[in-house]
């Protein structure tokens, strides 16, 4: 477990960047914390990370958005608003992001449901301003040196 704290929008926004650079096609990474903790906020900083034009917004009334325009296609999928495993699976949002990378925000609700290698991201707020990010590394992340990008 490799722990993180970010005392502003600016600097989450800096870490997804940093974490973009550890990225490969194929990769997934959950991310769970309470509403406003900063999770599309992240996301938005791995998008720029990744070459990224678009404005990244969250998901949550359209479930996945898709950008193609970065170095790797990022699918960003929000699944607060589903009600089960299954509709998560019939969704094919793991198969479609196959050669991109998969970000799923409220992703603790789908983990049983994902291929043990991926990485989980949880936010817990501090304060106002910090932020507490823990990165669970499974699988392949184990091998990776993600102190170095953090």
Same mark, same amino acid.
């Given at each position: 477990?490799?722990?993180?704290? +970010? +005392?502003?929008?600016?600097? @989450? *926004?800096?870490?997804?960047?940093? *974490?973009? @650079?550890?990225?490969?096609?194929?990769?997934?990474?959950?991310?769970? #914390?309470?509403?406003?903790?900063?999770? @599309?906020?992240?996301?938005?900083?791995?998008?720029?990370?990744? #070459?990224?034009?678009?404005? !990244?917004?969250?998901?949550?009334?359209?479930?996945?958005?898709?950008?193609?325009?970065?170095?790797?296609?990022?699918?960003?999928?929000?699944?607060? /608003? *589903? #009600?089960?495993?299954?509709?998560?699976?019939?969704?094919?949002?793991? $198969?479609?992001?196959?050669?991109?990378? *998969?970000?799923?925000?409220?992703?603790?609700?789908?983990?049983?449901?994902?291929?043990? $290698?991926?990485? !989980?991201?949880?936010? +817990?707020?501090?304060?106002?301003?910090? /932020?507490?990010?823990?990165?669970?590394?499974?699988?392949?992340?184990?091998?990776? $040196?993600?102190?170095?990008? !953090?």
């Amino acid at each position: 477990m490799i722990e993180v704290r +970010t +005392t502003s929008r600016d600097e @989450t *926004l800096a870490l997804g960047r940093l *974490l973009a @650079t550890q990225l490969r096609a194929g990769d997934i990474v959950l991310l769970s #914390g309470r509403l406003g903790c900063g999770k @599309t906020v992240l996301a938005a900083g791995i998008a720029e990370g990744l #070459g990224v034009e678009q404005a !990244v917004v969250s998901p949550s009334f359209v479930i996945v958005r898709s950008y193609a325009d970065g170095f790797l296609p990022l699918f960003h999928a929000d699944v607060y /608003r *589903l #009600g089960s495993l299954a509709e998560f699976d019939d969704l094919g949002i793991v $198969d479609d992001a196959g050669d991109g990378v *998969l970000l799923v925000e409220w992703g603790d609700a789908v983990a049983e449901s994902l291929p043990d $290698d991926h990485l !989980v991201i949880r936010f +817990t707020v501090e304060n106002d301003d910090v /932020r507490l990010l823990e990165l669970d590394l499974h699988g392949s992340w184990m091998d990776r $040196d993600l102190e170095v990008a !953090v």
